[in-house]
């Protein structure tokens, strides 16, 4: 990983290299694939912040998400981390595949079923995704490859029971059921519906935000 060198500003890219996404909102890097001993790599490059005040963050999103990576090592339904790069880049291992939403109907059932039992998995491993969507999910052949872990959080074994741990694990699995249904048509039934549907403090917090929010506004 030291033969790439981490962007700083807007200067170009590495020669070759593919851009994926600019990033233009707060805190969000530039995405691009580049050669790395010969193989496609995926860059996560938050060079643009350094020497700002918010260089500190981006530093501490490479960590985190690098740490959670090097955590899932060896399993299917993640990318391998293959490094960091001056504290402001991450490398991933390239996934050749194609998002959910791209994913025949035929097919989708099956992804969908495994894309379940992995959610599943990694919230055995303590670790919750907390950005599940259809572009943040890879199908390379048949297997659901989990992307982005940004806003990933894990949990020590004994925060696991806590209410806040459950919330971010039901709302895991509640965006893949809503994913589910808006792929291929198949709702959850009722017994599904009522284990993922929000618990009451959880409603009141977000009614709660939006009365000020439109407080605010005003």
Same mark, same amino acid.
């Given at each position: 990983?030291?033969t790439?060198?981490?962007?700083q500003?807007?200067?170009?890219l590495?020669? *070759?290299?593919?851009?994926? =996404?600019?990033?233009?909102?707060?805190?969000?890097?530039?995405? &691009?694939?580049?050669?790395v001993?010969?193989r496609? $790599?995926?860059? =996560?490059d938050?060079? !643009? &912040? !350094?020497?700002? /005040?918010?260089?500190?963050?981006?530093?501490?999103?490479?960590?985190?998400? $690098?740490?959670? %990576?090097?955590?899932?090592?060896g399993?299917?339904?993640?990318?391998?981390?293959?490094? #960091?790069?001056?504290?402001?880049?991450?490398?991933?291992?390239f996934? /050749?595949?194609?998002?959910?939403?791209?994913?025949?109907?035929?097919?989708?059932?099956?992804?969908?079923?495994? %894309?379940?039992?992995?959610?599943?998995?990694?919230h055995?491993?303590?670790?919750?995704?907390?950005?599940?969507?259809?572009?943040n999910?890879?199908?390379?052949? #048949?297997?659901?490859?989990?992307?982005?872990?940004?806003?990933?959080?894990? #949990? /020590?074994?004994?925060?696991?029971?806590?209410?806040?741990?459950r919330?971010?694990?039901?709302?895991?699995? $509640?965006?893949? $059921? *809503?994913?589910?249904?808006? %792929?291929?048509?198949?709702?959850?039934?009722?017994r599904?519906?009522a284990?993922?549907? /929000?618990?009451?403090?959880?409603?009141?917090?977000?009614?709660?935000? =939006?009365?000020?929010?439109?407080?605010? =506004? *005003?």
């Open positions: 990983m030291n790439i060198s981490p962007l500003g807007r200067k170009p590495p020669p *070759r290299a593919r851009v994926l =996404k600019r990033g233009e909102r707060f805190l969000e890097p530039d995405v &691009y694939v580049a050669q001993d010969g496609p $790599a995926v860059i =996560k938050y060079g !643009r &912040y !350094r020497g700002t /005040p918010l260089s500190p963050l981006a530093r501490l999103l490479v960590r985190r998400e $690098a740490r959670v %990576l090097r955590r899932l090592r399993w299917r339904h993640a990318p391998a981390l293959l490094g #960091t790069v001056g504290g402001l880049a991450l490398g991933i291992e996934i /050749p595949g194609v998002t959910l939403g791209e994913v025949a109907m035929d097919a989708a059932s099956a992804v969908f079923q495994q %894309l379940r039992g992995a959610v599943a998995s990694l055995a491993a303590g670790i919750t995704h907390n950005d599940l969507h259809p572009a999910v890879l199908v390379c052949g #048949t297997t659901p490859v989990l992307i982005d872990f940004t806003s990933a959080v894990r #949990t /020590p074994r004994w925060l696991r029971g806590f209410p806040l741990t919330e971010l694990r039901r709302s895991d699995l $509640a965006n893949v $059921a *809503r994913m589910r249904q808006r %792929l291929t048509g198949h709702a959850p039934d009722t599904e519906a284990a993922l549907a /929000p618990p009451g403090w959880v409603g009141a917090i977000r009614n709660g935000w =939006k009365r000020f929010y439109r407080r605010v =506004k *005003r």
